[in-house]
């Protein structure tokens, strides 16, 4: 059974940065993609990174050039840095598994495995 959880979610004012964790199980982890999600109050889920099993990585255009995704092979680990942060990254984010690696809206839909979420609120 595939097990993913989300860590590193906190209160930050805009400008600032912050680390989000997602430890994974063997079986949720061994998924060629790995994602970031998230979903703010009244918004549809929406693809924030995502991480292929070459390392090869793409981004939703309203955080390129500020939140960075990587993964640690050896502890079924990923994250996503959160740089330069502004009151619209305010949601609650969601790491995911078993799914396209394709920034594009609705992917959420086809991905498998989700983590419970860990709250992000930026404040001006």
């Known amino acids: 059974q595939a097990k993913l959880v989300e860590s590193g979610g906190g209160s930050v004012q805009a400008g600032g940065s912050l680390k989000l964790s997602c430890a994974a199980n063997e079986y949720a982890y061994k998924s060629d993609c790995k994602a970031w999600f998230r979903q703010a109050p009244g918004k549809q889920r929406e693809g924030v990174a995502f991480?292929?099993?070459?390392?090869?990585?793409s981004y939703a255009d309203s955080v390129k050039g500020r939140f960075t995704i990587s993964k640690d092979n050896s502890n079924y680990t990923f994250y996503l840095q959160m740089n330069s942060l502004k009151p619209e990254d305010s949601a609650r984010y969601y790491c995911?598994?078993?799914?396209?690696?394709?920034?594009?809206?609705?992917?959420?839909?086809?991905?498998?495995?989700w983590g419970q979420g860990t709250q992000v609120t930026v404040s001006s």
């Open positions: 991480i292929d099993v070459d390392g090869s990585t």
């Open positions: 995911a598994t078993d799914g396209p690696c394709v920034a594009v809206p609705g992917t959420w839909e086809v991905f498998g495995y």
